[in-house]
């Protein structure tokens, strides 16, 4: 089977508000951030399977014959929403020889692609392929590398086995799908998230198919059809921490003060819920600095909740302080700990404040980058619109 060539990208995302109380039955904003994970496809005609992930420095080539002798499935009717099939993860992960304990990145996004390439193509005859990705994304910060990894390649991969169309006409430089093959896209990056994480919230796989924002409530993804482009500044202070254990920090301080830590759950719900509100009026009249003013103190009130969850670090504070003394607000994003903070960047923010406070994180040891949230979701490019250092990358393989 021949497949076509495709270049296609998707965003990392961030919790704006709601980190931590979404557990508890509140309201969470995700928005995308535009730092993208791109990934091109290129039809081989060798006999071979490879995948390159020069991020964590991954590189496996199979023969076809090798993957022919695994159990093919196939899943890919438009119509079905794919469900995991338990069976061929496990023959799967005895054929990569990882049967016992957690994955490392580099078996979970190998898993994650013989399962779908095996999922989708099964039916025919395997087809020969190099799959190149690159992110801008560092991994395990909270910021949905790997989601957007599996979004990527549920679009290439549905796209190449022709469930899908192309949506990138002739002289189109980007091009997204409609609504019904973004839902497919969804479905399938949910089962490579699967994989890679176990238990996932698809919160992270629905910001990475749609972009923008989503509004996310016990267990229902919602996105919002309309947000303003914000600049900020992200910050990844490289202080690792456990999700798992800090979401069971909050969880036992709720248990030994109800009626304190109750209340400061219901106003972060309201934080969000108001900031919700701002943004939706930000996109249907003029901006104003009142906008801003509100939404920089929304980001000061969650923040001073996420400390009495227990959630802070003294990188977190360290953060903020830098921060302000620049007149900027920041806060912390995900699960806390350390990981990553926003910093939200006003219009008016001179250039020089910028590179200054930016230069100050840095000293501090951290990673910083100034992007925007809100920006669009999964894409379709022709080479011309993508970054030359990204083609750079992407060309080598």
């Given at each position: 089977m ?12 961030a ?45 496996i ?13 196939f ?18 992960r ?21 399962y ?12 020969s ?25 549920a ?11 192309t ?103 309201a ?33 001073h ?9 003294p ?17 912390l ?65």
């Open positions: 021949q497949v076509k060539d495709c270049l296609v990208s998707a965003p990392g995302k919790i704006l508000h709601g980190e931590h109380a979404v557990v508890h039955g509140k309201v969470a904003l995700a928005v995308s951030l535009n730092l993208r994970t791109y990934l091109r496809l290129k039809a081989t005609s060798n006999c071979k399977v490879c995948v390159n992930l020069p991020n964590i420095d991954t590189f080539c199979w023969d076809l014959s090798e993957l022919k002798q695994l159990p093919q499935y899943h890919g009717k438009k119509e079905e929403v794919p469900r995991l099939d338990a069976e061929l993860v496990r023959k799967l005895e054929f990569l020889g990882v049967t016992n304990g957690n994955l490392d990145n580099c078996d979970a996004a190998t898993l994650a692609f013989l779908i390439y095996l999922s989708l193509f099964g039916s025919s005859e395997l087809p392929m190099t799959v190149s990705v690159w992110s801008e994304l560092p991994t395990g910060a909270g910021l949905g590398s790997s989601a957007a990894y599996s979004v990527c390649l679009a290439a991969l549905l796209c190449a086995s022709g469930i899908i169309p949506p990138l006409k002739e002289m189109d430089h980007t091009a997204r799908w409609c609504q019904e093959d973004m839902e497919l896209i969804n479905s399938w990056a949910f089962q490579g998230e699967m994989i890679i994480h176990g238990n996932p919230s698809g919160v992270d796989n629905a910001v990475g198919t749609w972009g923008g924002m989503l509004r996310f409530l016990a267990g229902k993804i919602i996105p919002l059809s309309r947000v303003p482009l914000l600049r900020i500044l992200l910050t990844n202070t490289k202080v690792p921490r456990s999700t798992k254990v800090l979401v069971a920090r909050v969880k036992d301080k709720i248990n030994k003060f109800p009626s304190i830590m109750t209340p400061v759950l219901d106003s972060v719900d934080v969000s819920c108001t900031c919700e509100k701002i943004l939706s009026e930000m996109t249907s009249e003029p901006i104003t600095g009142e906008h801003y003013n509100i939404l920089e103190e929304l980001i000061d009130i969650n923040q909740h996420l400390n009495v969850m227990g959630v802070g670090h990188s977190l504070d360290t953060l903020c302080r830098i921060t302000l003394a620049k007149g900027l607000h920041s806060k994003t995900g699960a806390g700990g350390g990981g990553c903070g926003i910093t939200l960047l006003r219009p008016e923010t001179d250039f020089l404040v910028v590179q200054s406070t930016v230069q100050d994180l840095r000293d501090c040891g951290f990673d910083c980058w100034e992007t925007s949230i809100g920006g669009p979701g999964v894409q379709q490019h022709c080479p011309i619109s993508v970054k030359e250092e990204v083609l750079e990358v992407l060309n080598r393989y």
